[in-house]
């Protein structure tokens, strides 16, 4: 018998089950199918200003930074700015995302680059997928627009997510990922960031920027 | 298969432990920081414990039917272009894992922190097969510089301190000035970080651990706050998960309520930094990701555990709060528990795995205090699953002779309700008699064993039934 063969063997064994119980089989189709929502916390619960408003602290709770600019058109000022306070050189990389694409860079100094990190890129910028308010978290989704090592390789991390795009709960984001990609589908990653990078394996000390971004600042915009 | 294990020798571990200034230095830090951090994290959150109860019912929920979740999982992966292959045990995991890793004649393998690459011990056989195995997440890099295993679930270099970090660092870091400066914490951080960037960079396979399986997706889950999980899954050709059967859930609705648990037990953070949903190898619009996908599913004695009274233990998630909260393991840390999985957990977890005759000692290393069962996110009664191997551990006669008499004395009491209550009197009124000066006795008879490191505190003369008959008898009066 096949290792595989021989764990369902067993766990069947164990559950006393065959496998084949019609009544089993439909509570697992009808959950697989229905996906129940559970529990969400009120906290997220909340529309319009309050909840952009929920958004912002929780990002600063996760020791990132953010900004508001009122539409697409200011973000590469933003960022200009946002480096130059920082003392962090006037390079940036980014995806193929047509939102940060068409925005007016030729506006800044800025030398932009494009495509995936390598490893060596002090600074890239990425486009959310969307926002939750519940916990000030950035839902990333890996595609050519917004490579997945964007996310992890550069120092300082800079991550553009629409206002309309921010939801109060993570339910609220699956749903709209299964809009996009089909149910039961899914992108390759999914990157759920909350905060920069951090350990505490030293003695429990919390120290910034382990192996991924040492910064992270968030950019929300409103249109 | 042989489990490298030092589990039968748990009381000279305890012994030494007690005795290691270093370990007891850095142990402080647990007790320290954690609870505080759970509780804070606990009161922030006004749906925490019906969240708690929802993650039960999830977990307990899946288990009922986890031969048809996996089968649904499997199909998934599959249909997103993944493989999936399945371990009865320890060894077919490490050649699954080595054959995958020879098909893409990888040289070094980066590795993600996973609990049950420990239990099947890769890192040995990649090795011993001409492969280096690399850890990243900044915890297990150094206990795999110091040949350890981890201290803790979570925080797997928790029982060192910064100056063992430096001294290790030097000895390994050759190629880097021998002048320069690691006296802060924050340049060891920066060291490691330069060191393993470029291991991410150079790396053929990464392995990552899973935190959770999806069965509606196929998705693979972990969380990191480093971010080394994702280096090790993103970069290399070759993504490797590393999973056991009990880490199935259901749908992404189901895991977003074991996630709002997860990290508020472990390290009191509303989510941890990095959480991370992987289906499948990258796909051809990608510019970034691994081209091959597989996902090793491990079972090594967890199906024999369903449907007895240790199925509750397959509900557990890896948080590390019972070890965070368990006087024993503050005493004595993760090592002396002999194995892969310390603490509350580990006392019930390890006899399952390896067997009561070799693990029975860690059921016994604990106080009965209940502050365990009291914050597991998923609600095992940890407590009561010690006292099951107990049980077992009594009847299968490896208990040793003393111990047995003893119980089997006091048992002959305690079922001769008249006799017990005369030998108490007899014994309190004795001994409150005799220890009234004082109020504490620095020797007892047959009590060597607590007086040695402690005086007893001499009854007050009444036993707790006499005391008890009394005070009902006021109140109703």
């Known amino acids: 018998m096949s290792a595989r063969d021989d764990i369902f063997a067993n766990i069947r064994r164990s ?33 319009g200003e309050e909840r952009i408003a929920l958004f912002k602290t929780m990002v600063e709770t996760s020791l990132a930074t953010v900004t508001e600019v009122a539409s697409a058109a200011e973000v590469p000022q933003s960022i200009a700015l946002f480096l130059r306070n920082h003392n962090l050189p006037a390079s940036l990389r980014m995806g193929d995302d047509p939102r940060l694409k068409s925005m007016p860079w030729s506006d800044t100094t800025l030398e932009i680059a494009h495509g995936p990190s390598e490893g060596r890129d002090l600074n890239a910028v990425s486009h959310a997928f969307g926002g939750i308010a519940e916990s000030g978290t950035l839902a990333m989704v890996s595609s050519a627009d917004n490579p997945s090592t964007l996310n992890f390789l550069p120092d300082n991390h800079i991550i553009v997510v629409s206002a309309k795009d921010i939801a109060s709960d993570y339910e609220s984001v699956w749903n709209r990922v299964r809009f996009a990609y089909g149910k039961g589908s899914m992108p390759r990653t999914v990157n759920w960031i909350t905060g920069p990078s951090r350990s505490g394996d030293i003695e429990q000390t919390l120290l910034l920027g382990a192996h991924g971004p040492r910064r992270l600042h968030v950019i929300v915009v409103r249109e | ?73 499997e199909e998934k992966v599959k249909a997103s272009g993944g493989h999936v292959h399945f371990a009865r045990d320890a060894a077919e995991a490490r050649d699954i894992i080595l054959n995958i890793c020879r098909e893409t004649n990888a040289r070094t393998v980066t590795k993600g922190k996973s609990m049950i ?14 492969i280096t195995p690399v850890e990243t997440d900044l915890g297990e890099y150094i206990i795999q510089l110091r040949n350890e295993l981890p201290s803790h679930i979570i925080a797997p270099a928790v029982h060192l301190n910064a100056t063992q970090v430096e001294e290790d660092f030097r000895r390994v870091h050759t190629h880097l000035d021998a002048k320069r400066d690691l006296s802060e914490p924050v340049q060891l951080l920066t060291e490691a970080r330069a060191v393993l960037r470029e291991r991410f960079l150079a790396a053929d396979v990464g392995i990552t651990g899973a935190n959770f399986l999806v069965a ?58 990095y959480t991370t949903f992987s289906t499948g190898p990258r796909r051809s619009t990608d510019a970034d990701g691994p081209e091959n996908y597989h996902v090793v599913i491990l079972d090594n004695g967890r199906s024999s555990m369903l449907g007895t009274a240790f199925e509750e233990m397959l509900r557990c998630i890896r948080c590390g709060a019972c070890m965070n909260h368990c006087p024993v393991y503050h005493a004595v840390g993760g090592h002396a528990y002999g194995w892969v999985y310390p603490g509350p957990m580990g006392a019930v977890l390890t006899p399952s795995l390896i067997g009561v ?11 009965f205090c209940g502050r365990c069962e009291s914050v597991c996110p998923v609600r095992i009664p940890l407590p009561k699953l010690m006292r099951h191997w107990r049980e077992r551990e009594f009847e299968r006669h490896l208990t040793p002779a003393t111990v047995r008499s003893g119980l089997q004395l006091w048992g002959f009491f305690a079922k001769r309700p ?41 009854p007050q003369g009444e036993t707790f039934q006499q005391r008890w008959k009394r005070e009902r008898k006021g109140a109703r009066a």
């Open chain 2, 418 to 458: 008249t006799l017990y209550r005369f030998a108490t009197r007899a014994a309190m009124g004795a001994l409150g008699f005799a220890g009234r000066q004082r109020g504490r006795f620095s020797w007892l008879p047959m009590a060597k064993g607590w007086t040695k490191y402690r005086d007893f505190p001499a």
């Open chain 1, 15 to 47: 559950l006393g089950v065959k496998g084949s119980e019609t009544i089993r089989q439909q509570i697992v189709t009808d959950r697989l199918e229905r996906s129940p929502k559970g529990v969400i916390p009120k906290r997220g619960q909340v529309s």
């Open chain 2, 357 to 367: 005759d070799k693990a029975g000692h860690l059921p016994n290393a604990s106080t």
């Open chain 2, 216 to 273: 509606e997706t196929g998705t693979s889950i972990i969380v990191t706050n480093e971010g080394n999980g994702d280096l090790t899954q993103i970069l290399p050709k070759t993504h490797i998960v590393l999973a056991s059967i009990e880490k199935l859930v259901p749908t992404l609705e189901d895991v977003s309520q074991l996630l709002r648990v997860l990290a508020r037990s472990a390290t009191g953070q509303e989510l941890s930094v």
């Open chain 2, 1 to 73: 298969m042989t489990v490298h294990s030092t589990s039968p020798q748990f009381k000279q571990n305890a012994a030494r432990a007690l005795n290691d200034v270093q370990l007891q230095k850095a142990l402080g830090n647990v007790k320290q920081g954690f609870i505080d951090k759970r509780q804070m994290a606990a009161d922030k959150l006004p749906e925490f414990e019906a969240l708690r109860d929802s993650a039960r019912d999830i977990k307990n929920h899946t288990l009922e039917h986890l031969d048809l979740y996996l089968e649904s999982y």
């Open chain 2, 117 to 130: 690459s420990e239990e099947i011990e890769i890192n040995h056989h990649l090795e011993a097969n001409g």
